[in-house]
Nanobody
Framework: QVQLVESGGGLVQAGGSLRLSCAASGRTFSSYAMGWFRQAPGKERELVTA????????YYANSVKGRFTISRDNAKNTVYLQMNSLKPEDTAVYYCAARVGSPLARDYDSWGQGTQVTVSS
């Protein structure tokens, strides 16, 4: 497993932007698929976006397509989530996760502690 630490959450007005970062420990970061999940109060956790180890396979949930961008820097052991045109419904705790293999699976086995994103209307 790999240890993950998210940062960059906060409070932003609707239409604003935030960039989340997820720093990973370990020498094998480049072999992991990375995902960003979110969980809003009273709702199930959902996969927002994911990227494979090479960065050439990317998934976005329909709700964030065209607004969110995932990227990774394997030299820095970091994955990013750029969130633009934020909406109140994007309010949630955002989690970074890692797994070996396809980024599209849901059984991620390494998780960060989460970072709160709050979008005010």
């Amino acid at each position: 497993q790999v240890q993950l630490v998210e940062s960059g959450g906060g409070l932003v007005q609707a239409g604003g932007s935030l960039r989340l970062s997820c720093a990973a420990s370990g020498r094998t970061f480049s072999s992991y698929a990375m995902g960003w999940f979110r969980q809003a109060p009273g709702k199930e956790r959902e996969l927002v976006t994911a990227i494979n180890w090479r960065g050439d396979t990317i998934y976005y949930a329909n709700s964030v397509k065209g607004r969110f961008t995932i990227s990774r820097d394997n030299a820095k052991n970091t994955v990013y989530l750029q969130m633009n045109s934020l909406k109140p419904e994007d309010t949630a705790v955002y989690y970074c996760a890692a797994r070996v293999g396809s980024p599209l699976a849901r059984d991620y086995d390494s998780w960060g502690q989460g970072t709160q994103v709050t979008v005010s209307s």
